[in-house]
DNA sequence: TTGTGGTGT
C-alpha cells in the first residue's frame, strides 16, 4: 500500500549483498597492508617475552597435534606458515593480559578548557552569511526610511540579524504578546470573525476575547475548511446516499486550481480583512525583494538602554556577590586550581574579545573587552573578595553521593565551568558518557542560585535530553544528589510530569520543550537551558538550538531595555564529541563563538581489534566472535550489535543452542556418561559446511590460511564470497576460527552464556533483563540493536561486538519513499560502541570489518537526522512559531534546500500553507504563510497528514474513529507477525528449551499457536470487509480499549502491548486536544466505543483515499 | 498471508 508513511519494502538481503561486493572491489588494493596493521601497531604494545622455550613447547605440541590430526603432507611453506600464525596468535592472547594489567593501574584523566573552537573545522554557515549581509542592507534601507505601523512578528527574529534589527524585534515581540496591542486584538477579532463565517478559530495565542454568541460548531467548521481550503468546490457534505467517493471528495486539487476556484474563506475572508498571514506575506515580501515601503512602519527610535550595564558587568555583580559567600573547606582546593591555571582562562577570553570588537552576540557592548574583565578576575585586585566563585545555595548531599561524586572528572573542573557559564551567554561543554555532565552540571547552577527564588538568576533551570526515559531518570538521580523532592527536581515527558510551582530543576525531553515555546516563546520560567545529547543531532535538539540562539537575544534586549524583571538566558549546549562546530563556528547560530569546555570521562581504555577482511556475512562472524571470546577469554560481558530483531533472534537462538545453560548441561551430562563428542552437536546452530569438508577440514584451513595469510589469493575472497557456494562459505569463515577447530583450541566452555536480547520493540520487562547481574557463573551476552549504542548503558560489558553496520531509515526526498536499509555506521558511532566495553574496566572492541574499511570508507559522523528526515512536521511547527522564512532559520546544519521546499508545497497541498496568491502552482520560496488550517493542525503532536485527517475525518460523526486510526498509525504497527510468533522473545513461550522432545512439544504449541493468530486475523479484517488494513488496526484498537486494555488481551490478539498502551495514551490526547480547542466537537473519547456504522465505513474509506493522495 | 533501527510533541 504505497502510503507516504508505509515504507518501503526491507530489502536488506539485495542490498547487503550489492554493497558488499561493492566495498570489496574498492578494498582490493589496500586490504593487504591494513591486514597487517592491527598487528603491527598491537605488537608494539608487548614489552615483555614469557619464556620462548615455553612458547616453543607449546608451539611445537600444537603442530603435532594437528599433524596428527590431518593426514594430509606439510609443505615447508605452509608449515612456516602455520608457526608465524601460531606465533602470532600466542603473543595476541598474552598481549591482552599484559595490556589489561596496564590499563588497570592507569589514573584518571585531565580536563582541559579549549580554547573556542578555531581548530575544529569549518561552520557551513556562507550561505547564511549571504542573506545575513543583504539582510542587514535590506534592515539599513528600511530603517532609512522609516517603517510604518505594523508590528514585526516572531519571524523576523530570523530574517533580521543586525543589532537594530533586534532591538526593533525586542519591541515588537513584547507589544505583541506579553502587552496589550491593539493589532493583536485585531487580529483576535478577525478571528473571532472567522470563526463566525465558519473557519476554525486560531490556537489559544491568538485568544478569543470576546464570547462567540453564535459560534459555528468546529465540526462544520473543519469541514468546510477541509473542502474550502484545499478540495473541489462542488462538494456537498451533507449529501445522502452513496457518499461522495466518487466526487473527488478524497482528491487534492494543486493549489492553483483551488484557490482559482474556491470561494471559501481563506479567499474571501482575507479580502475584506486582511489576515496575519497576509501580512507576514507583506514583511516578507519586503525583505526577501528589497520592496522598501514606507508606509507599512513607523520610524524606529534607537532604543534606549534603561540599564547601563552590560552582560559581562551583570556577570561581574554576580560573581561578587556569590564572593561575599563564606569560602567552605573543600572548596580550598579548586581554588588554588584556578589560580594556578590563569593562562588558559585568559586565552579563552582574549580570543573572544579580540574577535568581535563591537557588539557580541547579545548584541550587548563588547567595547570593555572581556578580557579586561578576566584580568580584573584573575588578578582579584579589582574585587574585594578573592578568585574564587562560590556557591550560593547550600545542598545536602548523602554521604555516599559525596562520596562517588569525587571520582566523577567533572566535579573538579566546577570553577572554570561555572565561571565560563557566568561570562558566556551560550558554553558549549564536551564531555563522553561516563564525565557526569548531566547529572553535575544542573547541580552546579542550582548551587550558584539558579533556579532559586530571590536569586539573579531566579527563572528554573531547564534540561532537555532526546528520551524520555533520560529524563525521567536523570530527574530522580539529580534529586536524589541533592536530596531534593520530586516537585523541586522533577521532569515532564509527553504523558507524564512532576513539575510543580517549586520546581528548581527541570529535566524534559526536547518535544517538550520546543512545544513549550509555541506559548511562551521567550521562555520566561527559565534561566538557563541546558540543551543534552547534543552530538545526537536529533532534529528536535537542532532547532531548539537554533530557536535558543535568538531567544537569548531577545531576552538580553529586553533585559538591557528593563522590561518585565526579564533576566537573560543562559544557554548550555552539552556534547559527547568533539564534533561541535556546527554549533561553535556557526556565524549565523552565535556571532560570537562560544568557549568549548572539555571535559575528561572516567572511561576504561578499551582496545580495537579489527577483522583481517570484512564479510558480508556479519550475523556468522558475530556468531564465532562470541563464540571466540567466550570459551578463550576471562570472564565479563558481551554486547553484540547487529541491526535488526530478526537477526537478533537469530544469534540468540543459536548461542542458546550451543552455550545456553541446558545445553552446557547436557553437554556435561554427556560427557560424563563418556558418550562421545556428537559430530553434529553443531547441527542446526551453526550454517551447515559442505560434508566433504568436515572430512577434510585441516586441508580446508590450510586453504583458508593461504588467502588470509597468505599475500595474494584476493581473487578468491572476491570470487568465493560473491557466489555464496558452500566451499567459499567454509572458507569464508575466520582463518583463526577454522585453525582453532583443528587445534583444539575451542574446547567447549563450561560457562554457561545468559543470552538477553534487545530492542526497542522488545516488552519493556523484557529489555530489563539486560540491567539484571546474570546469574552467578554465568556470562553475560546482550544481542542489541543501536538501542544499546545510545539510549541504554548496561553494566559489566567488558567485550564488544561490532558489526559496523546499523538500520537506518532513509529518506528520498523526491518522491518521498521512505526506507529502512542497513549500511556503514559512521566512525564516531563506532566509536561510540567501542566505548561500551570500557564502562566498568577495560575492555576489548571486536570490530567484524576490516581497519582499511574504517579508515578509507566510514564517514567521520552521521549526517544528522535533519538532513535525512521528512521534515514537514517541523516546518509547519516553525510556521507555526511565527518563523515564516524557514529557510533564514539558523539551522546548525541546514536541510537540504529541495527538502524544504519540497515539505513547503506538501503543506501547501494540505491546506496549512497558503498557496501565493495569483501565483501559479509554480511554488516560489516566498509564499507559505501558515493557514488557519494548517495553526489547527499545528495543535497535534502529529505529523501533518495525520493532523490533516483528523480534520477531513470530521464528517459522519467519524471524529472518534479516525483519531483511533490516526493514533495507531502514528505510534506504529502494533501487530506482531507470524514468524515472530513462538521465537520466544516477544511472548512468553519458550525457545527451544532442549532436545528433540522438548521441540516437538514446542512445534506443537507453535501450531497451535499459529492457527489462534490466523483466527485473530481474520477477526480484525472482517472489519471493512478486508478492504483495508486501517480499519484492521481501527477494529484492534476498538477491541482493546473496548476490553480496557490489558497484557492478556494482547497476548489472545497478538499485539505488542507497548504499542498498544501508547496508542490508547495517543487517542486520549489527541481527543483532549479536540476537546479543549474546539469544545463543540465531540471526539468520542470513550472506552466502549462502538464499531463504525457501514456509512461512516465508506467515509472513511474517502479519508483513507485522502490520505494516499497526497503523497 | 509478509515486514521495520532509534527517537519525540
Redesign the pocket.
Known amino acids: 500500500?504505497p502510503g507516504p508513511?508505509?515504507?518501503e519494502?526491507?530489502?536488506?538481503k539485495a542490498r547487503q549483498s550489492t554493497a558488499g561486493s561493492r566495498k570489496k572491489g574498492k578494498l582490493k588494493k589496500v586490504s593487504r597492508s591494513e591486514a597487517e596493521k592491527p598487528a603491527d601497531c598491537n605488537a608494539a604494545i608487548i614489552t615483555t617475552k614469557t619464556k620462548e622455550e615455553k612458547e616453543i613447547e607449546r608451539r611445537e605440541k600444537l603442530l603435532q597435534e594437528l599433524a596428527s590430526q590431518s593426514e594430509s603432507k606439510w609443505t615447508s611453506k605452509k608449515k612456516k606458515r602455520l608457526e608465524k600464525y601460531i606465533d602470532k596468535k600466542i603473543k595476541k592472547e598474552e598481549r591482552l593480559v599484559i595490556f589489561d594489567k596496564l590499563v588497570k593501574t592507569q589514573a584518571s584523566l585531565s580536563t582541559s578548557v579549549l580554547q573556542s573552537s578555531s581548530t575544529l573545522g569549518t561552520g557551513k554557515a556562507s550561505t547564511f552569511q549571504e542573506r545575513q549581509e543583504k539582510d542587514e542592507d535590506i534592515f539599513v534601507k528600511k530603517s532609512l526610511l522609516g517603517q510604518s505601523g505594523k508590528r514585526k512578528r516572531h519571524q523576523d527574529i530570523f530574517d533580521v540579524q543586525n543589532a537594530e534589527g533586534e532591538e526593533d524585534l525586542a519591541d515588537g515581540l513584547l507589544s505583541g504578546q506579553a502587552e496589550e496591542d491593539t493589532e493583536f486584538q485585531n487580529n483576535a477579532n478577525e478571528d473571532y470573525i472567522k470563526a463566525e463565517v465558519g473557519v476554525i478559530q486560531g490556537p489559544p495565542s491568538l485568544p478569543p476575547k470576546k464570547s462567540t454568541q453564535s459560534a459555528p460548531s468546529v465540526g462544520s467548521a473543519l469541514q468546510r475548511n477541509a473542502n474550502g481550503g484545499v478540495t473541489a468546490p462542488k462538494v456537498r457534505p451533507k449529501s445522502k446516499g452513496k457518499y461522495s467517493v466518487q466526487r473527488g471528495w478524497g482528491t487534492i486539487l494543486p493549489p492553483s486550481a483551488a484557490s482559482e476556484s474556491d470561494t471559501s474563506f481563506d479567499s474571501s475572508d482575507s479580502e475584506s480583512v486582511p489576515s496575519n498571514d497576509e501580512r507576514g506575506e507583506e514583511l516578507d515580501s519586503e525583505s526577501e525583494e528589497d520592496i522598501v515601503d514606507g508606509s507599512t512602519r513607523q520610524p524606529q527610535p534607537l532604543p534606549l538602554k534603561k540599564k547601563s550595564l552590560g552582560f559581562k558587568e551583570w556577570a561581574v555583580k554576580q560573581l561578587g556577590i556569590a564572593k561575599g559567600y563564606e569560602l567552605s573547606p573543600n572548596n580550598a582546593t579548586e581554588e588554588a586550581e584556578s589560580v594556578t591555571e590563569p593562562p588558559k582562562k585568559k586565552r579563552k577570553l582574549e580570543g573572544q574579545g579580540s574577535k568581535h570588537e563591537i557588539r557580541g552576540p547579545l548584541g550587548e557592548n563588547l567595547e570593555l573587552p572581556s578580557t579586561t574583565f578576566a584580568k580584573r578576575f584573575l588578578d582579584s585586585s579589582a574585587l574585594p573578595t578573592s578568585k574564587s566563585y562560590i556557591k550560593v545555595i547550600d545542598v545536602k548531599r548523602p554521604p555516599e553521593v559525596e562520596e562517588a561524586r569525587v571520582l566523577l572528572p567533572i566535579v573538579t573542573e566546577e570553577q572554570p565551568i561555572m565561571e565560563a557559564i557566568m561570562l558566556n551567554p551560550v558554553v558549549i561543554i564536551c564531555g563522553e558518557t561516563g564525565s557526569g555532565k548531566t547529572t553535575q552540571v544542573p547541580q552546579f547552577l542550582f548551587e550558584a542560585g539558579f533556579g532559586s527564588a530571590g536569586s539573579e538568576n531566579p527563572g528554573m533551570i531547564g534540561i532537555t535530553?532526546?528520551?524520555?526515559?533520560?529524563?525521567v531518570s536523570m530527574a530522580a538521580r539529580v534529586g536524589h544528589e541533592l536530596s531534593l523532592t520530586s516537585s523541586r527536581v522533577s521532569y515532564?515527558?509527553?504523558?507524564d510530569a512532576t513539575v510543580s510551582p517549586s520546581t528548581s530543576i527541570k529535566f524534559?525531553?526536547?518535544?517538550?520543550l520546543?512545544?513549550e515555546l509555541a506559548t511562551d516563546f521567550l521562555l520566561t520560567k527559565y534561566s538557563v537551558i541546558i540543551v543534552d545529547e547534543a552530538h545526537e543531532r536529533?532534529?528536535?535538539t537542532d532547532i531548539l538550538i537554533g530557536v535558543l540562539s535568538r531567544i537569548i537575544k531577545l531576552r538580553e534586549n529586553m533585559w538591557q531595555e528593563g522590561k518585565e524583571n526579564i533576566k537573560p538566558l543562559r544557554l548550555i549546549i552539552m556534547s559527547a564529541t568533539l564534533r561541535v562546530s556546527d554549533f561553535a563556528e556557526n556565524k549565523t547560530l552565535f556571532t560570537t563563538p562560544p568557549p568549548v569546555i572539555n571535559v575528561a570521562a572516567r572511561q576504561h581504555p578499551v582496545t580495537i581489534h579489527f577483522s583481517r577482511r570484512t564479510y558480508p556475512d556479519y550475523v556468522t562472524q558475530a556468531i564465532k566472535k562470541t563464540t571466540k571470546i567466550h570459551t578463550r577469554l576471562p570472564p565479563g560481558g558481551i554486547l553484540i550489535f547487529l541491526?535488526?530483531?530478526?537477526?537478533i533472534a537469530g544469534v540468540c537462538r543459536k548461542l542458546e543452542a550451543k552455550f545456553g545453560r541446558k545445553a552446557i548441561s547436557e553437554k556435561q551430562k554427556r560427557r560424563g556418561q563418556g558418550q562421545p563428542r556428537r559430530d553434529n552437536e553443531d547441527e542446526d546452530v551453526w550454517p551447515q559446511p559442505d560434508p566433504k569438508q568436515s572430512v577434510n577440514f585441516a586441508q580446508a584451513a590450510m586453504e583458508a590460511e593461504d588467502v588470509d595469510l597468505g599475500q595474494d589469493n584476493l581473487a578468491f575472497d572476491v570470487d568465493g564470497n560473491m557466489d555464496g557456494d558452500a566451499d567459499s562459505e567454509a572458507l569464508e569463515s575466520d582463518d583463526e576460527d577454522q585453525l582453532d577447530t583443528e587445534l583444539g583450541l575451542d574446547e567447549d566452555s563450561n560457562t554457561p552464556m545468559h543470552i538477553v536480547p534487545?530492542?526497542?520493540?522488545?516488552p519493556s520487562d523484557k529489555q530489563m533483563r539486560v540491567f539484571q547481574p546474570p546469574p552467578p557463573d554465568c556470562r553475560l551476552v546482550v544481542v542489541s540493536?543501536?538501542?544499546a549504542e545510545?539510549?541504554?548503558t548496561i553494566p559489566g560489558i567488558r567485550y564488544v561486538v561490532d558489526c559496523g553496520r546499523?538500520?537506518?531509515?532513509h529518506y528520498d526526498v523526491t518522491n518521498g519513499i521512505?526506507s529502512?536499509q542497513v549500511s556503514w555506521i559512521a566512525k564516531a558511532s563506532a566509536a561510540q560502541r567501542a566505548g561500551r566495553a570500557g564502562r566498568t574496566g577495560p575492555g576489548h572492541c571486536y570490530r567484524l570489518y576490516s581497519s582499511a574499511l574504517f579508515e578509507h570508507h566510514f564517514e567521520k559522523f552521521s549526517i544528522p537526522?535533519i538532513q535525512r528526515?521528512p521534515i514537514e512536521?517541523v516546518v509547519l511547527?516553525m510556521k507555526s512559531m511565527h518563523i515564516d522564512t524557514v529557510i533564514n532559520f539558523p539551522f546548525p546544519t541546514p536541510p537540504d534546500h529541495y527538502a524544504l521546499q519540497k515539505s513547503e508545497r506538501i503543506l501547501t497541498y494540505l491546506g496549512a500553507l497558503a498557496p501565493a496568491p495569483g501565483t501559479s502552482s509554480v511554488i516560489t520560496k516566498k509564499e507559505g504563510q501558515i493557514t488557519d488550517l494548517g495553526r489547527a493542525m499545528a495543535l497535534?503532536?502529529?505529523?501533518p497528514r495525520f493532523s490533516r485527517m483528523l480534520v477531513s475525518g470530521q464528517q459522519h460523526g467519524c471524529l472518534p474513529y479516525v483519531i483511533c486510526i490516526v493514533s495507531a498509525l502514528?505510534?506504529?504497527?502494533p501487530?506482531i507477525?507470524?514468524?515472530a510468533i513462538g521465537r520466544g522473545d516477544d511472548m512468553d513461550i519458550p525457545a527451544s528449551s532442549g532436545p528433540d522432545l522438548i521441540k516437538s512439544q514446542a512445534k506443537e504449541e507453535r501450531q497451535q499457536l499459529?492457527k489462534a493468530f490466523?483466527q485473530s486475523?481474520h477477526v480484525h479484517s472482517s472489519l471493512g470487509k478486508?478492504t483495508s488494513?486501517l480499519f484492521k488496526l481501527l477494529s484492534v484498537v476498538g477491541a482493546y480499549e473496548y476490553a480496557g486494555g490489558g497484557q492478556k488481551f494482547c497476548a489472545e490478539h497478538f499485539v505488542r502491548p507497548k504499542a498498544m498502551e501508547e496508542i490508547h495514551k495517543l487517542r486520549a490526547?489527541i481527543s483532549s486536544i479536540v476537546h479543549s480547542n474546539f469544545p463543540t466537537t465531540d471526539p468520542g473519547f470513550t472506552p466502549k466505543l462502538s464499531p463504525p456504522s457501514d456509512h461512516q465505513v465508506a467515509a472513511k474509506h474517502c479519508a483513507d483515499g485522502l490520505r494516499l493522495t497526497i503523497v
Open positions: 500500500m508513511h508505509l515504507r519494502g526491507y530489502n536488506s535530553q532526546p528520551r524520555r526515559v533520560a529524563a515532564q515527558i509527553r504523558y524534559m525531553t526536547d518535544g517538550v520546543l512545544r536529533s532534529i528536535n541491526t535488526g530483531q530478526a537477526e534487545l530492542y526497542s520493540l522488545l540493536t543501536n538501542i545510545t539510549s541504554l546499523a538500520k537506518e531509515r521512505q529502512f537526522e528526515m512536521g511547527q497535534f503532536p502529529l505529523s502514528s505510534v506504529g504497527d501487530f507477525y507470524e514468524d499459529r490466523f486475523q478486508c488494513d490526547q
